[in-house]
């Protein structure tokens, strides 16, 4: 039985790509996760595709096996609403081995965002009930792994590899 998306990409999520695509494709990751490291660029390649699906990400920290995940969530979410989420997603992703507080205010600096907001949001995770609504989310969606990828709205269990992804799609598309 294939899991379905719930509930389906709207507004609230952080989305790249056309909005007019026939196909959306969704993450659900976990900053820390060597495994959404691996599948990082396999998702930015789909985006590069003549026919690109609209891509969004929604947080999964697995906080019982990284312990930074939920903070770096918070980073990205921190950024995002400051209008950086993607390049702090990136940047996440490329420092996964550098997670903590001082390493993310070094993100956040290099990002040229408003530090001392970023601070303070921070420090009263603002930005928690966000991470917990896409988390929520996966659960009710069937995730529990990452990365968790949905492809029109119906869990994704194939490989990982840009080949089967994108075969995938087309058979989506079809």
């Not at 709207?10 to 990751?29: N, Q, Y």
């Not at 609209?54 to 920290?61: G, K």
């Not at 990452?146 to 799609?169: C, E, K, N, Q, W």
Request: with cysteine; hydrophobic share 45%; net charge negative.
């Amino acid at each position: 039985m294939t899991s379905r998306l719930t509930p389906p990409v709207s507004k609230r999520d952080h989305t790249l790509g056309p909005a007019s695509a026939r196909i959306t494709l969704v993450e659900f990751g976990d900053f820390e996760c060597p495994f959404c490291a691996q599948a990082h660029p396999i998702a930015r390649a789909l985006l590069r595709l003549e026919d690109a699906p609209l891509f969004a990400f929604r947080n999964f920290p697995l906080t019982s096996v990284h312990p930074h995940a939920q903070h770096a969530a918070e980073a990205a979410e921190a950024a995002g609403a400051q209008g950086m989420f993607w390049e702090m997603h990136d940047v996440l992703f490329e420092n996964q081995d550098a997670l903590d507080d001082e390493n993310l205010l070094e993100y956040a600096a290099a990002l040229g965002l408003d530090t001392q907001r970023f601070v303070r949001e921070m420090r009263e995770h603002v930005y928690a009930p966000r991470v917990r609504e896409d988390f929520l989310s996966g659960v009710r969606s069937g995730v529990n792994g990452t990365p968790s990828f949905f492809i029109d709205g119906m869990r994704y269990d194939g490989p990982l590899d840009l080949r089967s992804m994108y075969a995938a799609i087309e058979a989506a598309t079809a």
